[in-house]
């Protein structure tokens, strides 16, 4: 073992899939074309093992593929996560958020929750989400936000998120209207992740990517950024950006997968067990056996982060030719 992997800390931030099953089957997502794995969710036990192994977890996102709301034992999650002092988070579509949810995630004291929407109307949210929710899913947030004001309560602080694409990035500015309108001061642009070795699937396709994209986006995207300061919400994009950055590409760097930190800072668990190392990885290659670090069902988590598949992963990361999954990828990829 080389000094690098001995002296490399094991990760503070977690991404651990507490179920993989979903009540959706949105354009945009690996489960419009099938998911990679059985269908499973995480226990109450296996989250505790699991995290009782990194005694320095800061964050935790309680999400990946599929709806975390599907999975019973969320909120008593929450709270063993809570009491260990963790900062907990997870993305929903926010079809599941009824009274009895709302109520358990504030009580279990949730620190964040994304509601992944991509859409400003009920047409377009069938477009890309393949469903006719929309107004269920505005209704919730509206009365998830009236029962905080009632308990005053701050938590857990509640945004909208936009996965842009080429189908639906024309309602970006009344995206922010319905934000405002809400009552929600936090929206996120979101980048479109495709496979980089095949075809893709639904929207997910490098022809629906607004990468690279022509001016005409890039303004749409700006005005939506001051109508969303004006109106005092805060427009931000997935990664390390902001939201007309996000789309464009590093044209001018080398390499840039080189400056990519996830496989030194974070670990991704999906419900099956198997060590991912990124949250995107899935979502932008075939190879799904070429991801897989190891499986914290058969394996110790630091004997996973310390292991040749792991050192060998980032050993390619610092090449000029790295792993399937992180080519076209860079720093400003993070969700």
Known sequence: MTD???SLTLPKNLYLETTNRCNLR???CILYNGNWELDRDISFDELTMITDQLPDLEQIMLHGVGEPLLNPALPQMIRHLKNRN?????NSNGILLDARWQYDLIDAGLDELRISLDAATPKGYRKIRNNSEFNRIVRNLRSFLNLQSSMHVNHPRLSLWFLGTEDNIFELPEFVHLANDIGIGDIYLQRLVYFQDSGGYGVAKSAKSLRNSDGAYLELIQKSHELATRLGIRFEASGLCKPGES???ET???SPWMKCYRPSTLMYVTANGN????CIAPFSTIDFASIVLGNVFETPLEQIWRGPKYKTFREKLQSSQPP???RGCGILWSL
């Open 4 to 6: 690098v992997d001995q």
């Open 324 to 326: 399937k999954c992180c």
């Open 86 to 90: 963790v900062y907990t988070l997870f």
């Open 26 to 28: 949105c354009k945009g």
């Open 247 to 249: 789309i464009q590409s």
């Open 252 to 254: 001018g760097a080398e």
């Open 275 to 278: 060590v991912l190392p990124c």
